[in-house]
């Protein structure tokens, strides 16, 4: 479908307004505000990244882990949740308590819409990181901003999604890093780290790996277009 068949579609206000919006660079899915991912719709705005295809696939991959190591009901937590788009859709599929933190107060505000359209109940928390958070964990998810400054990104993206949502230091490593280094304190023993990655940042992420999770297993998964995408830390002993 092309952009304006979708705004057609979808689109409940004046459709020369919208596609106006197209014309000045607007993202379809902030104009239409709503955008379908996974099994459910979510409300996008400017404050939120739109959740993408890849995304979907890390979340069905994690929810496939979920179901075939963990029999019982399980402790999540999405860190950076945006939209709320994996902590809701992980909810939805799995039996147990979800938690998902934001350091974006905008974000959350949707993410928590989004919960309530979803009938969900998540956890959210508006933190860095996660910290200050005192639960011991059986998932960690994230999608963390992992873009590197000097990056060329598609203008669309650069001009209208939220530069928080995008950028990282460090090579974009940062928050794979910050993440990793304390997160022991956050995990039960039996445990499944799942990450969005970009697609050069797997041998990266596996060194941080190395170097604060020596002992447990790590697989790393193409998406459907055959790029390293998706990075699966664990331990299921
Ligand atoms: C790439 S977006 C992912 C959004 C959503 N989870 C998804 O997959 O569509 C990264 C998210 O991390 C959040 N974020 C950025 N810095 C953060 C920090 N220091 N602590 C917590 N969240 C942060 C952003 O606000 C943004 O919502």
């Known amino acids: ?10 689109y409940k206000g004046n459709i020369e307004d919208a596609i106006k919006r197209l014309n000045d660079g607007e ?5 239409v505000g709503n955008v379908d991912f996974y ?20 979340v069905l991959n994690t ?3 979920i179901k075939e190591y963990f029999h019982k009901e399980i402790k999540v937590l999405d860190i ?20 998902a933190t934001d350091i974006s107060k905008e974000a959350l505000e949707v993410a928590k819409e989004n919960a309530k359209r979803n009938n969900v109940n998540i956890n959210f928390i508006n933190t860095n990181i996660y ?29 209208n999604e939220p530069h928080i949502a995008l950028y990282a230091d460090n090579n974009g490593l940062y928050f794979y890093e910050e993440i990793l280094k304390n997160i022991k304190n956050i995990l039960n023993d ?7 990655i970009g697609k050069d940042q797997g041998e990266a992420i ?22 390293d995408r998706m990075i699966f830390i664990y331990n299921f002993e």
């Open 1 to 10: 479908m092309t952009d304006i068949e979708y705004l057609k579609k979808y």
């Open 27 to 31: 993202p379809v899915q902030y104009i």
């Open 39 to 58: 099994n459910s719709n979510f409300i996008v705005n400017k404050n939120v990244l739109i959740p993408r295809f890849e995304t979907e696939e890390l």
């Open 63 to 65: 929810i496939n882990f």
């Open 80 to 99: 950076g949740t945006g939209s709320g788009a994996i902590a809701i859709s992980v909810k939805k599929e799995v039996s147990g308590e979800v938690y």
């Open 131 to 159: 910290d200050g958070i005192k639960e011991k964990f059986d998932v960690v998810i994230s999608n963390p901003p992992y873009i590197r400054y000097d990056e060329e990104i598609d203008e669309i993206v650069k001009n």
């Open 190 to 196: 039996k445990y499944l780290i799942a990450f969005e």
């Open 206 to 227: 596996n060194e941080l790996k190395d170097k604060y999770l020596p002992d447990s297993s790590i697989l790393l998964k193409k998406d459907l277009e055959g790029r």
